[in-house]
Each structure stands twice: as structure tokens, then as C-alpha cells.
Nanobody, 127 residues
């Protein structure tokens, strides 16, 4: 059974930085695309970005240039470095593992492509 556990969330001020971590259990972590999503109160889950098994990355326009995703396959961990945080970045952040069966069906930005999700970590950015 795959488990994803996020950590690193918290309360920060606008302009600050945070790094979220997502530790994955299970084998073959390096073979999967890993994604980050977020959900603010009253809003739908939103794509943040993803990193493929070859370490190529993609980002939502809203975070491009401010957020960076990386992975350490030796630690089965994916990271989300968030810089220049804004109040509108306030949300619960989730990491997810993309299903290999759906790699060619859905883009990385489609949450339907992901079969395992973490419990989420709260990020609050005050103005």
C-alpha cells in the first residue's frame, strides 16, 4: 500500500518562503510522476505542478517562477519550494502519485490522473 505524507506547512507572512515535503512509502518511487495540488476554502482543487521520473517539471501559471518542485529518489521524497508567497497561496497542499495506467490519458494537471494522495498540509500566508 502506498502512503504519501506531507509536511512543512505553516503560517507565514507575505514574501516569505516555505518548503513542503512529501514522503512516499512503497517501491519504485522513482518510476512515478509526482504532482502537487492545493485547495483553498470554497474552491476546487487546483494544480500546482508536477515532476516526472526524469525530473522534468511543469507548473501552473499562478506559481511559475516562484515555486520549484524537486525530488530525491534515494529518500522517496518530493519537495515543493515556495518563495515569494502571497496571501492567495493560502490553501491545503496535497501531493499525489500519478497512475502509470493513466499517463497517456490525462495530463499532469488533471487530478483524475492521480491514484494516491496525501492527507494535505495547511499553508497560510498572511498579508
Amino acid at each position: 500500500q502506498v502512503q504519501l505524507v506531507e509536511s512543512g506547512g505553516g503560517l507565514v507572512q507575505a514574501g516569505d518562503s516555505l518548503r513542503l515535503s512529501c514522503a512516499a512509502s512503497g517501491q519504485a518511487f522513482s518510476s512515478y510522476t509526482m504532482g502537487w495540488f492545493r485547495q483553498a476554502p470554497g474552491k476546487e482543487r487546483e494544480y500546482v505542478g508536477a515532476i516526472s521520473r526524469s525530473h522534468s517539471t511543469s507548473y501552473a501559471d499562478s506559481v511559475k517562477g516562484r515555486f520549484t518542485i524537486s525530488r530525491d529518489n534515494t529518500k522517496n521524497t518530493v519537495y515543493l519550494q515556495m518563495n515569494s508567497l502571497k496571501p492567495e497561496d493560502t490553501a491545503v497542499y496535497y501531493c499525489a502519485r500519478k497512475s502509470t495506467a493513466l499517463v497517456l490519458v490525462y495530463s499532469d494537471s488533471n487530478y483524475s490522473a492521480y491514484d494516491y494522495w496525501g492527507q494535505g498540509t495547511q499553508v497560510t500566508v498572511s498579508s
